[in-house]
């Protein structure tokens, strides 16, 4: 008796604080309780998957702490000994072949909805596909992402895509870098970046506007630095972009900041790595080229497989703006 | 064995010579459980510290390479220094006197299981002062990063999981020769308690998952050391070949340190329910079946490195049914409180509360078992708050659980209940506002495993409660301590058999003498004790 009179209002309670912490999430967008609002077909197929497995793990959760706290409630003690016994039941065998049973099919329920759900979410969309499609390779390095276009192009950790079309992303990493995990949550589920090995998977971003992921497989001491932007463009503006980026236009300020201030600091004022402004060294774009071909000490090799144009687009860049400290 | 008193020389008698010789297995199981108790005191410690680096957005209580070392050692120490060696400890002091013998089947190889943990465990610890600090890799330690990781620490970490598998190894051979041989008169294997057969459960399913562990650190350990390329690309090498390694003992494992919890809760709740465990066979088989199935299911932590759809539905089946025994043992649980006489003891309190959250993490493992949702959720705090509340809410809830319920049996002195109480209402409240919130962050999109984040808008409101629940644990565990400190001297007496329980332990005085038991009742069900109390009651009766 004694211990229920403490035990319930600590329930009530707890309860009570619970839902009024979660109200405000509950009430103002998903606030969690969901994966984010999708904006792609597979981001799509992946939030019906967890709403449709919810509906069946609610009913699970409900009735089975509804359960206990009902057993708890009305087989508490109250006046009986500690010697008083209940009733010797030591089972029965329907109850377990009933209870056995249904969680079979309930699983069965659930992977079959799953299978239902997963060519819309894994299939590639063919090239044919109407609408074409843009193809883009992803790279992880220590700490960016380099995507690379058919035409070319690169750009790194912000993807320019054409809103509207299918894209297919071959993801991977190089051979002397970790493993990484590229993930946009509002355009589908990730895939990792392993060195050795392609991995594919596509989105298609239906609406104009920015995406926002990071790197979501812990690869090394900036790992939480390493976040990746998709903006979806308009075709005409993706086409001006592609073109300008052809031209080399943006590529330095993008790589110096996606590349190396994440460790020297975005003005150049040093980091976890030192400071690049002031440093004559930058002056010389060979001996840049040479550290970041090959790194050095802690410094990984993170340019080891760029093209020239990157590599100058980057020298020109530091010259210009960084080893001036932005004065130059 | 039990060694006679007078063959004992003289230098070994003394207070602390006495512990560090020590072949008797209850010396032994305390030991482990004492020194996992200060392992979790250090591993709590980072938590805290994780907890508060995380509070804010933006914030930079601790760098970037020191929150990878924090939360690497964390995990580590949590799993192979916490949760494994306080089960081999409770297995340890619980495994001869419930089965009615006189000490573990070798007990000087106990012993030297014990002294194994306890130097793996400080080689771990000093790693934190080694060249470039302790390992940072995560407690995965997934190469190529684990490979490419600066200074000793990821070495010695190698080196202390290799001499804690050995520990735990000839722990498992112990824990199954012991069982399989020394059980009382009469104790057929359907007539062992629950408990006993989840620790059987656990020895063989350490035997299975071990030797992989250290064949995959024996490889690591040679990339790192001697240039093979095992799991690096650019010789050959499959970074994902370390994965399904680490994995194949990775997800026995986390079954290795619920299983024996299961036992226990297994043995709580029939005692404050008065009632015989509903479906005893049902329970045993289920735990049979768990352990089977865990090792078909590893690479379901595996979704995301781009395996063929035909694997991920295999290992989504798989991790699917594993569900359906998991199940049955909630159920029986559930029906053996049904018209019961139930007890609100503290042991009791923390069995209650391991049902309803094990119950939670039990079905977002349903969620992270279809392979296209842990697509979005993989690597992120939803997987977080998945594993504390099967390794928090579960291991470790029953763990103290089982700790209020043995306590009287190992010191002889209850534990304070009313402190009882708060260590577990503050515990249960403070986990679940720590570890609730991590869904949702995980569904937000945060990874885990980064140090910082910028998001100042609902996901930095929903890791500050996080923070504050996680100082609201830390103040039941200082509540639990300052139970111990003054129940040890002044706590009440707890005689043979202060909860009139069912299992041979009980049997015994408190603290049991060195050699266990002066006779041993022929056992005629699982509940000799049960039986015992009965039969008193209808002489008394005539």
Redesign the interface.
């Given at each position: 008796m004694t211990?229920?009179v403490?035990?319930k209002p600590?329930v009530t309670g707890?309860l009570a604080a619970?839902a009024l912490?979660l109200a405000p999430?509950a009430l103002?967008g998903?606030?969690?309780?969901?994966?984010?609002d999708p904006a792609s077909p597979n981001?799509e197929?992946?939030n019906t998957?967890?709403l449709y497995?919810?509906v069946?793990?609610g009913v699970?959760?409900v009735l089975?702490?509804g359960?206990?706290l009902w057993?708890?409630f009305k087989?508490?003690?109250h006046r009986?000994a500690?010697?008083?016994?209940?009733?010797?039941?030591?089972?029965?065998t329907r109850?377990?072949v009933a209870?056995?049973v249904v969680?079979?099919l309930i699983?069965a329920a659930?992977?079959a909805f799953?299978?239902y759900?997963?060519p819309g979410?894994?299939d590639v969309p063919p090239a044919t596909a109407a609408g074409g499609r843009e193809d883009v390779k992803v790279v992880g390095n220590q700490f960016y992402w380099l995507f690379e276009y058919p035409s070319g192009a690169v750009a790194v950790d912000r993807m320019r895509v054409p809103a509207g079309k299918n894209v297919k992303l071959e993801v991977t990493a190089p051979?002397?870098?970790?493993?990484h995990?590229w993930?946009i949550?509002r355009l589908?589920?990730?895939?990792?970046a392993?060195?050795?090995?392609r991995?594919?998977t596509w989105f298609r971003a239906d609406k104009p506007g920015v995406y926002?992921?990071?790197?979501?497989?812990?690869?090394?001491?900036?790992?939480?630095?390493m976040t990746a932007q998709v903006e979806a463009l308009p075709q005409a503006e993706y086409d001006a972009w592609l073109d300008a980026r052809l031209a080399g236009e943006g590529l330095g300020e993008e790589t110096f900041g996606g590349v190396c201030a994440k460790c020297h600091g975005l003005q150049g004022e040093g980091g976890?790595g030192p400071p690049l402004a002031g440093n004559a060294l930058l002056n010389d774009p060979e001996a840049v080229a040479e550290v970041v071909r090959n790194g050095r000490g802690?410094m990984p090799p993170v340019g080891k497989d760029w093209g020239d144009e990157q590599m100058r687009a980057l020298t020109d860049y530091l010259r210009e703006e960084v080893v001036s400290g932005g004065q130059g | 064995m039990a060694v006679r008193a007078e063959t004992v020389p003289a230098w070994q008698r003394g207070r602390i010579a006495s512990w560090l010789v020590t072949v008797d297995h209850k010396r032994i199981g305390i030991l482990y459980i004492a020194t996992s108790a200060v392992f979790f005191v250090a591993g709590g410690v980072m938590a805290l510290l994780i907890r508060t680096q995380l509070a804010q957005a933006n914030e930079d209580f601790i760098t970037g390479e020191k929150y990878n070392e924090l939360f690497t050692m964390h995990g580590t120490t949590m799993v192979f220094l916490v949760v494994v060696p306080i089960l081999a400890g409770f297995a340890n002091f619980l495994v001869p006197l419930m089965i009615g013998a006189e000490d573990m089947a070798f007990p000087r190889l106990n012993a030297l299981s014990y002294w194994l943990f306890l130097f793996g465990g400080l080689v771990l610890m000093l790693s934190f002062f080694a060249n470039s600090g302790p390992a940072d890799a995560g407690w995965t330690s997934y190469p190529p990063l684990s490979v490419l990781s600066n200074g000793d620490g990821q070495d010695l970490w190698i080196l202390s999981l290799h001499i804690l598998t050995i520990s735990s190894l000839l722990g498992a051979i112990n824990f199954i020769v012991t069982i399989a041989n020394m059980r009382a008169p009469g104790m057929s294997y359907t007539r062992m308690p629950l408990f006993i057969w989840a620790v059987l459960t656990y020895g063989i399913l350490l035997l299975l998952a071990l030797p992989a562990l250290s064949a995959g650190l024996t490889l690591l350990l040679l990339d790192r050391q001697v240039d093979t390329h095992f799991f690096t690309p650019d010789s050959g090498g499959n970074a994902v070949l370390y994965q399904h390694v680490f994995w194949f003992f990775g997800h026995p494992e986390v079954y290795i340190m619920i299983l024996p919890v299961f036992g226990m809760i297994s043995e709580i709740i029939p005692v404050f329910a008065r009632k015989p465990i509903f479906g005893y066979k049902a329970v045993a088989f289920a735990t049979v079946g768990i352990a089977f199935y865990s090792m078909l299911v590893w690479a379901h932590h595996m979704f995301t490195v781009g395996m063929p759809n035909v694997l991920n539905s295999f290992f989504m089946i798989s991790s699917f049914i594993i569900a359906v025994p998991t199940g049955v043992k909630i159920l029986n649980w559930l029906a053996t409180l049904w018209r019961g006489n139930i007890h609100f003891d503290t042991p009791m309190l923390f069995a209650l509360g391991f049902i309803s959250v094990f119950t939670i993490g039990g079905l977002s493992g349903i969620f992270l078992a279809a392979f296209t949702f842990d697509w979005q959720a993989q690597d992120t705090y939803y997987v977080v708050a998945h594993f504390h509340y099967v390794l928090f809410g579960g291991s470790i809830l029953g763990l103290l659980g089982g700790l209020f319920y043995w306590w009287p049996k190992m010191f002889g002195r209850l534990l304070d209940e009313r402190l009882g109480k708060w260590t577990f209402w503050l515990l249960f409240i403070g986990f679940n506002v720590t570890f609730f919130p991590m869904h949702l962050m995980g569904l937000l999109g945060m990874p885990r495993r980064i140090y910082t984040y910028t998001d100042e808008g609902l996901l930095e409101s929903y890791n500050l409660v996080s923070t504050i629940g996680s100082y609201l644990m830390g103040v039941a565990f200082l509540i639990l301590l300052w139970n111990i400190v003054k129940t040890t001297k002044r706590g009440r007496r707890a005689g043979n058999d202060p909860w009139l329980a069912d299992t041979l332990e009980w049997f015994t005085t408190s603290p049991p003498p060195p050699h266990n038991f002066d006779r041993v009742p022929y056992v005629t069900s699982a509940r000799p004790l049960n039986d015992l109390r009965r039969k008193l009651q209808e002489a008394n009766a005539l």
């Open positions: 211990a229920l403490r035990t600590f707890a619970l912490a999430a103002g998903n606030g969690g309780f969901a994966p984010p981001a197929g992946i998957t967890y497995i919810a069946f793990t699970i959760f089975v702490e359960a206990l057993f708890v087989y508490r003690r009986r500690r010697g008083d016994d209940g009733p010797q039941i030591h089972g029965n109850l377990e209870w056995t969680p079979v699983v659930i992977a799953v299978f759900e997963l979410i894994s051979d002397w870098d970790v493993i995990s993930w949550p589908g589920g990730k895939i990792d392993i060195p050795g090995i991995n594919t926002d992921g990071q790197c979501a497989e812990l690869c090394g001491v900036n790992h939480a630095l976890i802690e | -």
